[in-house]
């Protein structure tokens, strides 16, 4: 069964369309990754379905579950979770209270509770900090718990926000360029952090630029330009793809069509 | 790590409370200090609802004139106990905050800035204006709280000065309790998190209006508990409790001493609240060299004074 199901997804800007009918599915375990040259709409289509956007047009559907343009925290709440281009940390905490706070829909209770320190807030507060300590052994950060968020490297962060995604035991999960800025070495952690989430039975959707990890680890690619989606298929079938070549290698080939 | 950190906290301020009065020249400091105290509970309510969420209030002091004229209205008019009413003021300024603050916590930005600024304005108005209940300006009585004779009676014999020095002390040990309990709990987390990233709060699940309004009502009870014993101590208040500048005077008491940070904002209330007493000496000059020590600070310790200094001696450590 497909966990995450977009029909017909559009968006347009001032009358400019950066998304238009776009359809795909993501099933459980499978890993899926949106590619395309810059503003395509990647990352545009990656905000509707998490709700950062009102989508225009088309819809989205969780479990089977229709969610279009719900709030991005009832969409947590219903199993989506995802990561951000341009990283969204929690800068003014700790690296161990920014994995926590993935936590948050296990650990929230009673705010009275939590005012007055009772056994009850304390022990969530507890079981959710040894979820994230393993959580972030798991990512590899477990010796900077302590520090700063602010202070780490990128490759760091990138890591540490996707371990705060993973708290959230996702069903589907939303991954916004994970390896931008990283090394080689960093890359390859990530990919094989992706792939073991995803055999772990969790949906991704991918959007990535370094080619050979999309390659490497997608089941499906959706290729977008200018907003639409122009092919779609296996790995192998879309590299070969003319279209998608079109795309990827500039205007010169888009005028000798038209 | 944490838990120890709270309690040194919370014995540090509590040995203080107890030993300045060893010092103390003369009973009027006892005064001066309840009313450091006072303060400094309003301001842990401003770092709940500025350091930990990341909104800010310009209208804070209508919820301590609520507070406040609680104290005065309702034993007189309803005959409701005088320490009842502090819990009476404080439920009607909760509600009041939960009122006003659902529509605007919707909405991102400055907006909760502008429209507690005009809720502020609107308390102190009607406390001005509304003779035949509050007076006018020219303020109003309040009942004494009854407990200094209750003491007196048990063989607990106080100065006015003194009872309210105890009382306020403690007053502000259980707020700057129930803050730094917040703050690293569930709720403070989320909190805090949303003040880091809104969008990254929302993403994991966090109701962003939901909890900033929670802190908005936690605060604005800190404020009105703070207004009423402020009225109790006095036994006397007037409209200005409400008033812009006491709204502003909170945060910037905040702000000075470290709005993130329970310890600091309380240094920075008792800053603010001494400085004008030292500086009587140079009476013409106060508002400059207030103004002054608010300059440095911002430009040489822009986190607030705990926050920056705790920082510096950390950076030595290592």
Known sequence: ?258 | MRISTKYWTLLFLAALIAVTPFFFPSGYYFRVGSLLFVNGLAVTGIVILTGYAGQISLGHAGFAGIGGYACALAPVHWGVPPALAVVLGAAVSGVLAYLVGRPILRLKGYYLGVASLGFGILVAMVLNNERALTRGPDGIEVPDLGLRGLLKDWGLNLTNGEFWYVVTGICLLIGAWIALNLHSSPTGRALRALHGSEVAAGTVGIDVARVKLQAFVISAIYASVAGSLLALQNKFITPDVAGFLHSVEMVTMAVLGGVSSVPGAILGAGVLTLLPQVLTVFAEYEQLILGLVMMLVMIFLPEGLVPSILRRLRGRDE
């Open chain 1, 1 to 258: 069964m497909s966990l995450l199901e977009i029909q017909g997804l559009g968006i347009s800007f001032g009358g400019v369309r950066a998304v238009n009918d776009v359809s795909f599915s993501v099933k459980q375990g499978e890993i899926v990754s949106v590619i395309g040259p810059n503003g395509a709409g990647k990352t545009t289509l990656f905000n509707m379905i998490s709700g950062v956007y009102q989508p225009g047009a088309g819809s989205v559907a969780l479990s089977g579950e229709p969610v279009t343009g719900m709030e991005p925290f009832r969409l947590a709440q219903r199993g989506l979770s995802r990561t951000f281009q341009n990283l969204q940390i929690f800068q003014n905490m700790t690296v161990l209270e920014n994995a926590v706070t993935g936590f948050h829909l296990q650990e929230r209770g009673p705010v009275l509770a939590d005012l007055f320190n009772l056994p009850g807030s304390r022990r969530r507060a507890r079981q959710a900090e040894e979820g994230a300590r393993a959580l972030l052994a798991r990512v590899g950060l477990e010796r900077a718990a302590d520090r700063e968020a602010g202070s780490l490297s990128y490759g760091s962060l990138k890591r540490l926000e996707i371990a705060r995604a993973l708290a959230m035991q996702p069903k589907v999960l939303l991954l916004d360029e994970p390896a931008a800025g990283c090394n080689a070495v960093e890359t390859e952690e990530i990919d094989h952090l992706i792939a073991e989430v995803a055999a772990s039975g969790v949906a991704i959707l991918l959007v990535e630029h370094d080619m050979k990890m999309v390659m490497r680890i997608s089941n499906h690619i959706v290729v977008l330009d200018h907003g639409e989606k122009i092919a779609e298929g296996a790995p192998a079938e879309v590299s070969r793809n003319p279209d998608v070549i079109a795309a990827y290698l500039g205007t010169e080939a888009e005028h000798a069509d038209g």
